[in-house]
Each structure stands twice: as structure tokens, then as C-alpha cells.
């Protein structure tokens, strides 16, 4: 039941209903807290979102979920706040991935054994690296699920901290700053082609860089949740069911969420939050909403955007000096059932050529939706397509049309290998790109995924959730433990928790 002893001035403003958002929106909502949601799509969810075109339903950018399963982080969130869990089927293979010029998949299978067995054919001599990631991840998960927080601020965060250490923790310490790149070759596999670029595929798409800057403890929980008993999950429907029962949870326990309103500043007074700007896109009125807390759904660079001024000069420089993230440039498919090969995956991952860089049209990651999964008309299917992007090349004095169309025919030619795409199999056909991110997302330029999961970034080197301003709080892919719904959730999570123990 909804916490009742909640003083009356606990009004939190949340910044955008992308997953994050709307997980901690609902959760201070069910603890009685007055909750104002803004976003300025005109659905919620973020890139978890999706939208329809001539039948199809496409998802926006996410494809997969994890953390459904008991004691996942949807499946504890959820039941807090007395949800029924969507539908779903575990994604097996959770990922195909076809190197250049192969024809025979990598399956990472869902079955431990299963997939053990597939990589020792796939990578004779790797099972040292991989025998690492399982003992880190062990140690690493156990330690996760304790609930820390990280990085801490104060000293109710470090003792949460404290609290989740075990002395198996103290096994990690010594990888701490270590990359995957450094472990390959601290056990000999530096040298092997195939191994190195099948782990720069899979890595890019969850800590958007590749092995040689990734941090081994992160790699060693991303690389191993594909496995039972945990797994991803591919939702009945579409996407949008996760939000929509967040928002419908927040809407049930009093909250308001306003679609279409745009947080243009946030206001501080000597160092603590004290409101917003807001404006309706649709009448143009602006007015400024006072609240006791702040939550930003936001990028890291859209929250120093939004503070201004008052933004703080140490934490602004740390954003300034961020490696450019990626944007996305997707294409979304509504095809005839005729043009999915028989037995397709569920999601692949196609690199086209070595000695190239992950992404710009040279891989492809891949969705394909199932026969009655609620993405299509019967006979037909959705392929979304992505594949990662510099952004900075789609502003500015660009041929912004001539540039999409060519990539638009990339993507098709390519996928083409595969698929049979031909103007007897694609129905429809609608392209993404930054540009088209950060009008209907907000995100600055828009950028996807985060801000990479490097040694300086991951973990306890990362954005706090607890800001330098007091009572300014970031949820979202730039903070622990990064990006996919389940990361944004726990980071939802952890802020709800910060905010519960200062009332």
C-alpha cells in the first residue's frame, strides 16, 4: 500500500518517461509521494517506445529485455508495485552473429552447457577467458543483488556500499582496471581475429565501445546474462507494454503524466533544486512548477544543458571531457512473411567486413518479429535494423536527405544477404537517424546507449545517481549500471531508495 506518511510538500517533477522515468515515477507514486511526470514525446517510454505504420508496430529502439525472471529487476519492481509481468518468450539464441564472409552463425545459446559447447567450437583455446567472466560474474552479481550504490555521495550511500561487500567481492578488486582487450592478452588470445571481434560486436551493442575499451567486471555481467537462469526475454506485443503498465501504475497511485510538455531549465536557490520550466508544445505556454525534488530521466549532457548557470563548473568539465557517444541510424521494415528466412532468429548481429568500424552501416543488429507476437499482420513481420553511428556527421552543413537515402540503401543492400528483400517482400519501409532521436527523444544530438562503459566511466568511476545539486537526481543509461531496461531500472531504483532514506 501506498506509504501515507509522506509530508505534503514531497513533490517530485521527473524529467522524461523513458523506462527509467517511469520506474521511478511509479515506485515514489506507490510511497505517496505527489509526482508530476513530463515528457515531450507523445507516448511514453523513451527509446523503449514504438509507434505504428500501416499495421505494423515497430519498436523504437530497444528489442530485448532482461531481469523478468524472480529476483530480476523488473520481476522485484513489478511486484512492488502489484504489476502483472508482460508476456514474453526467452530470446534463444539470445543473439546470432555473423562474422564477414560466414555463413554459419555464432548462437549464444541460453543453455549454459549449450552455449559452452558452441563457443569451444567457435573459439577453440578461449575457455580460460571464459571461465574468468563466470567467476567474476558470479562474484559480481552476488554483490549487485545486495543493492549497492554506486558510485557513493554521502554516507548513507557508502554504507549501502559497504553493506553489499563480501569478502568473494574482494576477488574482483584486482580486475578492477582491466579491460577485456588486456584480459585476451594476459591469456594469450590477443592474436585471435575471430574471438576479438565477435566480443567487439556483442560488447559495443551493451557498453557502446568495443573489448579493448570495455571494462572486464562490466563484460563479465553483460556477456553472461544471455544464459539461464536469467536470459532476454522478447515481450508479447511490443516494447511499449513495459511503459505502458509503469505509466498505468503511476496513474493508478495518483501520479500525472503530461505527454508533449518539454522541461526547458531547472531552477536552483542556493544549490538545491526548487522547480522547472515547462512548456506545452501544443499551446506554447510556458510556466514555471515548483517541486522538492528533481528527477532527470536525462543524458548527462542534457542535465548540464538544463541546469545552465547553475550548473556545477567540476561536473560540467567531467561532461565536456566525455568521449563523443554514439547515435543510431535505424531502418524499419515491414515485410511479407515471405522474406524471413525459415528458422530465423529473433535477433542477429551481421558484421560485413573486417577492419572496419562497428557500425556506420558495416554491422547491423537486427529484430525480427515472430508469427502472433502482436508486431504484425498475420503473414507479415517488422525487421528493425540498427546500427551505430558518429552523430556529429548528421548536423551541421550536411545533405541531410542525400546522406539518409544512403544509408537507407546500405542498410537494405546489405541486409539483403540474408533476407529476401526485394518490392514484392517490403511493405513499408521508414528510416532513423540522430536527428530523428533527438527530436522525438530529446537526447542531446541524439545520442543512444550512454556514455560508454569504460574504465574511467563504469561502476564506481561513474555518474552518481545524487548530483552535486541537492536534491537533483539522474535515473537513465549514463549512470550505474548502464544502459537496457534493466539498467535503467536499478538505477530508478536506487534513486527511490536515496530518496526514502533523507525523508
Known sequence: MPNSNVAQASKVVVIGAGIGGLTAGALLARQGYEVLMLEQAIVPGGCASTFKRQGFTFDVGAT?????????????????LDLELPDASFCDPACAVFLPNETTPINVWRDPEKWKLERQQQFP????????LASLFRYSWAFQGRD????????????QLVQAVRP???LTA??????????LKLLGLGGDRRLKTFLDLQLKLYSQVGADETALLYAATALSLSQAPWGLYHLKGSMQVLSDRLAAALHRDGGKLLTRHTVEQIHTKAGQVT????????????WIEPADHIVANVTVQNLVNLLGEAAPRGYQQRVEKLPQASGAFVIYLGVTQAAIPADCPPHLQFLYEYDQPIGE?????????????????????TIVASSFTDPNQWWGDVDYKALKQRYTEQAIARLGTYFNLNEATIVYSEAATPRTFARFSGRDRGIVGGIGQRLSTFGPF??????????????GDSTHPGEGTAGVSYSALTVVRQIEAER
Do not use: C, M
Open 125 to 132: 583455446g578461449s575457455e580460460p577467458f571464459w571461465n574468468l
Open 64 to 80: 530485448q529485455v532482461a531481469g523478468l525472471e524472480p529476483g530480476g529487476i523488473h520481476h522485484r519492481i513489478f511486484s512492488e
Open 148 to 159: 549497492p550504490v554506486l558510485p557513493p555521495r554521502n554516507l548513507w550511500d557508502l554504507s
Open 462 to 475: 561513474g555518474f552518481a545517481n545524487r548530483t552535486p545539486v541537492q536534491n537533483l537526481w539522474l535515473v
Open 275 to 286: 522547480g522547472v520550466t515547462i512548456r506545452n508544445q501544443a499551446t506554447k505556454q510556458t
Open 174 to 183: 584486482p580486475f578492477t582496471f582491466t579491460t577485456v582487450g588486456a584480459a
Open 168 to 170: 568473494d567481492t574482494l
Open 361 to 381: 552501416n558495416y554491422s547491423l543488429f537486427v529484430s525480427v518479429s515472430r508469427p502472433g507476437d502482436g508486431r504484425a499482420p498475420e503473414g507479415k513481420a
